[in-house]
């Protein structure tokens, strides 16, 4: 048995957590990687921290207005 199931909009969750909690939800983020990675060698390219902190300050002020 797998320890993560998918949720009904696409979003990986641990089965721990799956269904468990109604408060709990999931939002799957996919990233094209040629935004901050070389594709032929998976090394970083110089944008890789401007990225990274674009990513978590959006997923941090989602967060921020889910629970106001």
Same mark, same amino acid.
């Given at each position: 048995?797998?320890?993560?199931?998918?949720? !009904?909009?696409?979003?990986? *969750?641990?089965?721990?957590?799956?269904?468990? !909690? @109604? @408060? *709990?939800?999931?939002?799957?983020?996919?990233?094209? @990687?040629?935004?901050?990675?070389?594709?032929? !060698?998976?090394?970083?390219?110089?944008?890789?921290? !401007?990225? &990274?902190? @674009?990513?978590?300050?959006?997923?941090?002020?989602?967060?921020?207005? &889910?629970?106001?």
């Amino acid at each position: 048995s797998s320890d993560v199931c998918s949720s !009904d909009l696409g979003a990986l *969750v641990p089965n721990s957590r799956y269904q468990q !909690d @109604r @408060r *709990v939800s999931a939002v799957m983020v996919e990233i094209n @990687r040629g935004l901050y990675l070389h594709e032929h !060698d998976g090394t970083p390219l110089r944008s890789f921290s !401007d990225v &990274s902190s @674009r990513i978590k300050n959006c997923c941090t002020g989602a967060v921020a207005a &889910s629970n106001p």
